[in-house]
């Protein structure tokens, strides 16, 4: 069974960084596409980045130039640095695979940006 | 970029009743990656529907999907008070992964 685990959240200040990890289990990650996703609080939803299998990656541009998706493979883990946080980048980041056409999503963690 | 338009913006419904959700998607979508998920306050969305009409593990069949290209259509046959939720379709076929705007579902 697909399982995600989203870690790293927290309060942060503007300008600050942050690194998110998503470790995942009952699939062969190295296979997989990865991306992330974010929930502003009482917004809906906005994807943020993927990554693909050779390493190649792609950003909504409201965090180009700010953050990294990045993968460790032997750690089947995923990871999202953050950095330059602004306030409007308060939101539930959750991570995403995608495994015989059906998405799996993690529980998500929370990153408030605020003085 | 795909758009995805959903509505009504909030359906108030009795139980026992019908209530169909739609998604209109901006350009044609592969009907195996849209999906639709159910999300209530302080929780992580919960897939319903994946590839427009495949009901995900454990959700009951009340909730069913159906169409095709532009068109989407979320129904759940007979509410019960726990469906009371926002509701989303999201579309997997290209990047940006995008969302709809979501139908808030109240039963009366």
């Known amino acids: 069974e697909v399982h995600l685990v989203e870690s790293g959240g927290g309060l942060v200040q503007p300008g600050g960084s942050l690194r998110l990890s998503c470790a995942a289990s009952?699939?062969?990650?190295?296979?997989?596409?990865m991306h992330w996703v974010r929930q502003a609080p009482g917004k809906g939803l906005l994807w943020v980045s993927r990554?693909?299998?050779?390493?190649?990656?792609v950003y909504a541009d409201s965090v180009k130039g700010r953050f990294t998706i990045s993968r460790d493979d032997p750690k089947n883990t995923l990871y999202l640095q953050m950095d330059s946080l602004r306030a409007d980048d308060t939101a539930v980041y959750y991570c995403l695979a995608f495994s015989g056409g059906q998405p799996y999503w993690g529980q998500g963690t929370l990153v408030t940006v605020a003085s | 970029e795909i758009v995805l338009t959903q509505s009504p913006g909030t359906l108030s419904l009795s139980p026992g009743e019908r209530a169909t959700l739609s998604c209109r998607a901006s350009?044609?979508?592969?009907?195996?990656?849209l999906a639709w998920y159910q999300q209530k306050p302080g929780q992580a969305p919960r897939l319903l529907i994946y590839g427009a009409s495949n009901r995900a593990t454990g959700v009951p069949d009340r909730f069913s999907g159906s169409g095709s290209g532009t068109d989407f259509t979320l129904t759940i046959s007979r509410l019960e008070p726990e469906d009371s939720a926002v509701y989303y379709c999201q579309q997997y076929t290209t990047l940006p992964l995008t969302f709809g705007g979501g139908t808030k579902v109240e039963i009366k």
């Open positions: 009952g699939f062969t990650f190295s296979h997989y596409w």
């Open positions: 990554i693909n299998t050779d390493g190649n990656t």
């Open positions: 350009q044609s979508v592969i009907s195996t990656y």
